[in-house]
């Protein structure tokens, strides 16, 4: 086959796959909270932090690549052109250049310099968790999720996929297969929601595209990440740490709902929308929660009164401390 006729099946061969990439993306309209057969991208964001993702993903990172991908491209088809054995017969004999390795050397850095202050600032966005309006613990098992809301007093309930043959029944679509739950985690719309991630046996993740979440759900230790969702629907999301023979078994699906509707659901669940103490909360409170690791987060947004009388105290003496004070003991042990 002459090198005109390759040349011909190829650029052909370019201009299908192009067709049917373009077919792939207009293949439905973009889905909210779920993936879209054929789409190319980021789902859509339904939580600022997301935005701020897509911002960085969209505005910076791709424009980046985009041209450094284009300038070596260029840079080869020069090469390729300009110096083969035909057209320039009589190669050079240098073998360095100060000038072109300092510019190749500077500008990347300058480069990831420029990337990194975007990238800060999205990961302190990540960081900087304004005040939680709702705290749920959730635990990674093997193969399901347990969640938990400790100040409304909802006992932890366990989370698991909906089965094929259950997805018909409930008159749901065969694409939410895997991503659908039989209980999903529930929180009313516009709430900073704080997650406290763990896990009883091996490493999970909690992941969520539409909100931008993802933490590692660690045996042992307790991860904080926080979510507020804009607008009510339903979420879905994955296990996202390779844990174990049904690790694709064990979707995240979280219901956004008004908060009458939530009221309501903690209503049903046996809770109650006015914090409880930690006398009164069944698995202990969020500050509880969080003051009974020892991983970073185990002093974050615990009181300062709830923390000072339980390190002065020998052991054995907490009965007579003030009710939030035994939710501090164990970090100061
Ligand atoms: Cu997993």
Redesign the pocket.
Known sequence: MGTRARGLIGSGAAALALALFAAGCNAEPERVGQPTNGAVGLQPAAAPLKEQAHLFHDAILMPIITFICLLVLGLLVWIVVRYNKKSNPVPAKWSHNTLVEVIWTVVPVLILVFISLFSFRLLFAYHDMPEPDLTVKVT?NQ?NWAYEYPDQGVPEYISNMLPEEELAARGLPHDLYRLAADEPMVVPVGANVRLLVTAADVI??VALPAFGLKTDAVPGRVNETWFRADRPGVYYGQ??????VD?AF?PIQINVVPRAEFAAWVASRGGSMTPRSAAQAPGGTAAQIEAGTTGAVASRNVSSEAMAPAAAAPVGATADLPEAAPAAAPAAQ
């Open positions: 990674g193969w999970h993740a296990c996202s740490e390779l844990c174990g690790h064990m």
